[in-house]
């Protein structure tokens, strides 16, 4: 059996979304970029880079725009973590999409091609396993129109609507279909470089409108996670967080991650 049977494609990249303000963090993100920002003392995206690493992603794309030279700069080339680094840099940000297809010659030789690439947002903790994700992206590869799949969480406080239903075929509904529990959209999903293709470079363009579209057409998937996940909003999420990750450390290896 190949030792190597279960690593990611080499053309399988990830993508960190770091180019956001931060409005609701100031004043903690005057000064510095929010995906900088520590947290059981290490920065919040350097989380993310090393639960990538452990999973196998060595090729990683990150987009900035505000303060975006800081993370350049705290990151560099990767090496440290074992990954290699590749900054997409936004004069401002693009938006979620925007973003994406600005960064498209960094995910892949041939957009149009139709490359799967996992894309994580650098502001959130989890502990979920992104080597979970690699067989849902060979099944997405080579399909004859561009899909998705997203990892769904139960409901935060701050979103008890959700996003999206998820249907025992594991395909989502509009949030409130029959049947279907509705859940929150984690910030962790995987997407077909065709979806990003036609957009112009530099043009600011939101997600959310891909996402209906996809959902609508049965063409978005999904998968429930309930492990550990925090969307970190705010300087007082922010404070919790870190007290909740010190306070793991401090009990031991064995401890459970905040929840």
């Known amino acids: 059996m190949n030792a190597n049977a279960n690593a990611p494609e080499p053309a399988l990249k990830a993508m960190i979304f770091a180019a956001g303000r931060g409005e609701r963090m100031r004043p903690l993100t005057d000064a510095r970029p929010k995906p900088l920002l520590p947290a059981g003392g290490k920065p919040l995206i ?65 957009p149009a091609r139709g490359d799967i ?12 396993d992104y080597r979970a994700l690699l067989p849902r992206a060979r099944a997405l590869a080579g399909a004859p129109e561009p899909r998705m799949h997203l990892v769904m969480v139960p409901n935060p406080p701050f979103h008890p609507g959700g996003d999206f239903a998820l249907g025992a075929d594991g395909l989502l509904r509009p949030a409130g279909s029959a049947g279907a529990a509705s859940l929150t959209f984690g910030n962790i999903g995987l997407y077909d470089t065709r979806m990003f293709a036609d957009i112009e470079p530099g043009r600011k363009v939101a997600m959310t409108p891909y996402y209906h579209a996809a959902v609508a057409a049965g063409l978005a998937s999904g998968e429930r996670f309930d492990g550990a996940w925090e969307n970190v909003g705010t300087p007082a999420q922010l404070a919790g967080l870190d007290a909740a990750l010190r306070a793991a450390a401090g009990a031991g290896a064995g401890a459970a991650p905040p929840r």
């Open 117 to 128: 690439f996992l894309a994580v947002s650098g502001d959130i903790f989890t502990d979920f």
């Open 46 to 110: 350097v989380w993310q880079i090393e639960a990538l690493a452990r999973a196998g992603f060595t090729d990683i794309v990150i987009n900035h725009a505000w303060l975006g030279q800081q993370i350049e700069d705290a990151l560099g080339d990767g090496g440290c973590f074992g990954v290699r680094l590749a900054y997409s840099a936004e004069a401002s940000a693009l938006e979620t999409a925007g973003g994406i297809a600005r960064a498209l010659p960094l995910l892949s030789a041939a």
